[in-house]
C-alpha cells in the first residue's frame, strides 16, 4: 500500500512493502503511477453542508488530537476565485467560513478532486495519519502535536513497534526526502496502514453522495 502526504511545493509517496521502506517526493498528484494508496487529503467532496465522516473523525481524537480535522469545503468553495468568496459560499451552505489554514491546502483538495475525475482506475482512499496512529498505539491518541520533538519521536516509536523499521532507517529516509519531517512521517503512516484491515469512517451519507457524483461524471465522459 502507498501513503500520500501533501506538502507545500508538492507530495510525499512513502511504500512499506515487503518490509523495505522506500519513499519518493512528486511535484505533482498526476505523477502517480500506482493502483491504490490512502492519502490525507479529502476525497468526495460535499455540496452543501459538513461531512459526517469530518465530525466522526474529530469524536475518534477528542479530546486531544480533534483540532487536527477540520471540515472539507463543499464543493463551490473549494473552486472559488478567491478566499473570501469561499468564504461566502460555505457560510452560506454551512453557517461557518473557512480557515485561513483549510484554504492554504485548497488547491491541494483541487487538485486530487481534478486527478480523480479523469483517472478513474486509480483507487485513493481518504485516511488521516492521526486516526491510523491511535489505532497502531493501542487506541491511545498520541498528546505531543506532531510540531515539536516529543511528539515526532512518539510518532516514529509507534512506527518502530508495528514495523521491522529502526529509528535509524527512519531518520536516514527522512533526511533523504524532499519535505517537513511530520509530513514525511504520516505519508509512512499510511502506508504502514495499509497491511492492515481496514474499515471506513465515512460509510452512509458521505459514501452514498461521492458514489453517486462518480456515476455521474462517468456518464458525462461517455
Known sequence: ???????????????????????KFIDQVSELDIKRALIDMPIGLPEQEIRESDKKARKILSPY??????????????YAEDYEQACRIQEEKTGKRI???TWNIVPKIREVDQFLS?????????????????????NKVIKPSKHTKKGLKKRIQTITKNTILKEKEIQKAIRKTQGKKDDIIDAIVL???????????GKGKDQKKQQKRHKNTKKTNK
Do not use: C
Open 1 to 23: 500500500m502507498f501513503g500520500i502526504d501533501g506538502t507545500r511545493k508538492g507530495w510525499i509517496v512513502a511504500n512499506y512493502r515487503d518490509q523495505v521502506l522506500n519513499i
Open 65 to 78: 488530537r480533534h483540532y487536527s480535522i477540520f471540515n472539507t469545503p463543499i464543493r463551490k468553495a473549494v
Open 99 to 101: 480557515s485561513k489554514q
Open 118 to 138: 479523469q483517472n478513474k482506475l486509480i483507487k485513493l482512499h481518504e485516511s488521516h495519519p492521526e486516526i491510523i496512529f491511535k489505532q497502531l498505539g493501542g
Open 191 to 201: 502506508s504502514i496502514a495499509g497491511k492492515y484491515e481496514l474499515t471506513s469512517i
